[in-house]
């Protein structure tokens, strides 16, 4: 054992400490490797902010960019109405893209809001044609879009105000208050948050007219112009422009296109052949959307006449409203030709043919004539 005991190392009590252990103080301890940050980690950190402003700085310029663009193209398919009564180019589309044109010294501007009677069927240019040739000094400003609603007429009204035109001529039939027919159904939802409207239009107008969805995607037309360019750029840019005629036909055939005629679907004829019946159903509000219209070109003071126009539709009772409301207000006529409709004059419920365009033309002429001088 004691030779054992000899060959074992002594216990810490019994060593005795080296002098050199006495001097060295104890070494701190070790830090982990995942408390030091990498180095290359350390020097990208001021980097990352920098980044993003140069990412945001590229966003801002190219959504800027964007805009102008979009209202330079904007300006490049506006133009100025003509004078001649010819209507309005890009159909359903042309109203917001259509400047009034500058007042004319000694000329009485009357501007007609219609449908496809007066936008297709040459009535308008005939009744400048008859002015001119009588020399009275008229002239007829074609607004009118096929298939237009009177919730149409009133944005599109709201528009016209600024230009104060002599008379406004609404031209109206019993589908323009059709209520299984859309709200709108030409590009007039499309300005109704222009600055124009938006400053004649009553917020019960809004309201009833517009959900949340439809009021953002108005408002967001007015704001990016290639918003309400997209049916005009892609049927006259790629359908009929130069750009189609790069594509190969089988890609041309699978592309939508629009018509410029959003009516083009619900305006085909009925079954049944154009004699079939039609039934008539108003919307619920019509009273209330044809005041907002006298509210709003009366209030400018600019003088009204009401066309309802020829049709073989059975009347609906807005025409008792319409003679009430003239009744009350000087500056509100209404004529009434519904009875002139006949079936061997007219190639269906309202558009005239052949001749009886002229007699067409001749009748709302005088009608037209009578309300400037009445307004005198």
């Not at 180019?89 to 917001?96: A, D, L, V």
């Not at 308008?124 to 919730?151: A, H, P, T």
């Not at 109206?172 to 590009?187: K, Q, V, Y």
Request: hydrophobic content about 40%; aromatic content about 8%; charged content about 20%.
């Amino acid at each position: 054992m004691a030779a054992l005991d000899a060959r074992l190392p002594a216990s810490p009590e019994d060593q005795e400490p080296s002098p050199m252990s006495q001097d060295v103080p104890p070494s701190p301890p070790t830090p982990s490797p995942a408390a030091v940050p990498p180095t290359d980690a350390a020097e990208q950190l001021p980097a990352a902010p920098a980044l993003q402003r140069r990412v945001l700085r590229l966003v801002l310029g190219v959504s800027l960019a964007t805009l102008a663009l979009g209202f330079l193209v904007l300006h490049r398919f506006s133009y100025t109405l003509p004078e001649d009564g010819s209507p309005l180019r890009y159909g359903t589309y042309g109203f917001s893209l259509a400047r009034f044109p500058t007042p004319e010294q000694g000329k009485l501007t009357v501007a007609v809001l219609g449908n496809s009677v007066y936008q297709g069927c040459g009535i308008v240019e005939r009744m400048q044609r008859m002015s001119d040739e009588m020399d009275l000094g008229m002239r007829f400003l074609n607004y009118s879009q096929c298939g237009s609603g009177i919730s149409d007429h009133v944005v599109q009204a709201a528009k016209l105000v600024d230009a104060d035109p002599d008379l406004l001529v609404v031209a109206l039939i019993p589908a323009t208050f059709e209520g299984s027919l859309p709200r709108f159904r030409t590009d007039a939802d499309q300005m109704a948050f222009d600055l124009g409207p938006l400053r004649v239009l009553s917020t019960d107008f809004y309201r009833r007219e517009f959900t949340l969805q439809a009021a953002a995607d108005s408002a967001l037309s007015s704001l990016l112009p290639f918003r309400r360019l997209d049916a005009i750029l892609r049927n006259q840019s790629i359908r009929q422009g130069p750009v189609g005629g790069l594509l190969p036909d089988w890609l041309l055939r699978r592309l939508t296109f629009p018509t410029l005629n959003l009516g083009e679907d619900w305006l085909r004829p009925r079954p049944g052949g154009r004699r079939a019946k039609y039934t008539y159903s108003g919307y619920p509000d019509s009273t209330e959307v044809l005041d907002e219209l006298l509210r709003v070109v009366r209030g400018a003071g600019i003088p009204l006449l009401f066309i309802w126009q020829e049709n073989g539709i059975v009347k609906p009772d807005l025409l008792p409203a319409l003679h009430a409301r003239a009744a009350r207000d000087p500056g509100v006529r209404v004529a009434d030709f519904q009875d002139f409709w006949n079936d061997r004059d007219f190639s269906d419920w309202v558009h005239p043919a052949g001749p009886a365009r002229d007699a067409c033309a001749r009748r709302h002429f005088t009608a037209i004539a009578q309300a400037l001088l009445a307004g005198k």
